[in-house]
């Protein structure tokens, strides 16, 4: 070999490594949904276990002060995909259209962490549960910068486990054996193929996946597998649950009901497991391509556990001790899960107690993913807490509102949090204060008591509110 071959050799193998070096970190988000503060065993779930996500948050970082973005789906979803708190964001409820498939789409100009992640670049995929714009409008998850879509664009047909199709894009795949009366083929592992299927096909290059899944939402229903077998007959306690009208597979089955469950404390639990089997299966997926080392993955809910088909969240203690469910504005209705996992970048084993929330994943993307933001947002990056590296920024407040069940606001200024609920029943309603660091149930409301936090947090309460038409906060102060 002469000198001049083994220069080329040499320059090549540079380039390449400069390259690889370059090439940004795969990004995979992880989104139960109605999954509560309590229902991981590395959370303190006792019922049952999730050894794949304990494993996850055993080699990674788990949240202890993480918040979803709502307390129920919709809006929750958009604080996620936008980086803006529900004080500002374009869905801030769940808002149906008239005889349409879909909910009320974001705004065209809406900046999504779809769209920055590829323009960065990246290849981006989400697979589940969408919500955000029915399919065609300015709202398809194609729209905003989504490059694949499969499963449910309509959070009212995500109550079905056994739709008769799911949507691949624009495109309706038919789900064989289903057709609204016979349950063969159940949704979820299909969503489960495609997600694992994108994942391979781009392990070149960098992606970023979003990963909705449907589980432990109600319908409580899941196959009579292997899953279900290790936990039926388990809980004692089980009852049966007997659908409404229009809640059973058959003629004059509801979109939006629930079908009968004969155990459905086991179903239940059986869903959460298969849900961990999932995040199983992805990190086994990363490790067979060598991929592993250079991808993020990232697990949460979209907001506390719900009541419907069945479930049964004080049996499980689903919320963690926390007071509130699905809807709440107290912590069990928005306080979450939170784990995220990256070998050699995230030191195994670590326990945060830095206080984050929805709005905080773009800004915290866009760090990974070495992008600039030029839109605004509500976040702040957590990556170096994330790290370890750099001074992690902590937010002066955190704020939601819900404009439904009477208009509910909240806010956390430190360990304290005030909540308000009945804006558009009270002249005036009263804002409740409760001291987190020691009634993290908020058992204690201790408002009369500090008139100075009670009068800042209603002027942040008023300055963060910015009137929607689609979902005004009404109040008659």
Known sequence: MNIKTILSIGLVSLTMGSIQAEKKPNIIYILADDLGYGDLSCYGQTKFSTPNLDKLAKTGIKFTQHYSGSAVCAPSRCTL??????????????????????????????????RILKKAGYVTGAFGKWGLGYPGSVGDPNMKGFDTFYGYNCQRMAHRYYPAYLWDNQKKDSLPGNDWAHTVTYAPDVVQKKTLQFIEANKDRPFFAYVPLIQPHAEIIAPDDTIYAKLKGKFVEDHPYKAKKGGDYGPGVEMMGYCSQPNPHAVFASMIVRADMYVGQIMAKLKELGIDNHTIVMFSSDNGPHEEGGAEPAFFNSAGGLRGVKRDLYEGGIRNVFIANWPGKIKAGSVSNHISAFYDVLPTCADIAGVKLDSKTDGLSFLP?????GAQKKHDFMYWEY???????????????????????????????????????ETKNVAAQHPDIVTKMKAILKDQHTDSKLFPLISKK
């Open 403 to 441: 404009n439904f069940f009477g208009g509910r606001q909240a806010v956390r200024i430190g360990d304290w949090k005030g909540v308000v609920y009945g804006l558009n029943k009270k002249t005036d309603p009263d804002l409740e204060l409760y001291n987190l660091a020691t009634d993290v149930a």
């Open 385 to 389: 807490e994330l790290t370890g590296k």
């Open 81 to 114: 995909m936008t980086g803006m708190h529900t004080g500002h964001a374009d869905i801030r409820g769940n808002k149906e259209l008239n005889n349409m498939e879909g909910q009320t789409p974001l705004n065209a100009n809406t900046i999504t962490v779809a």
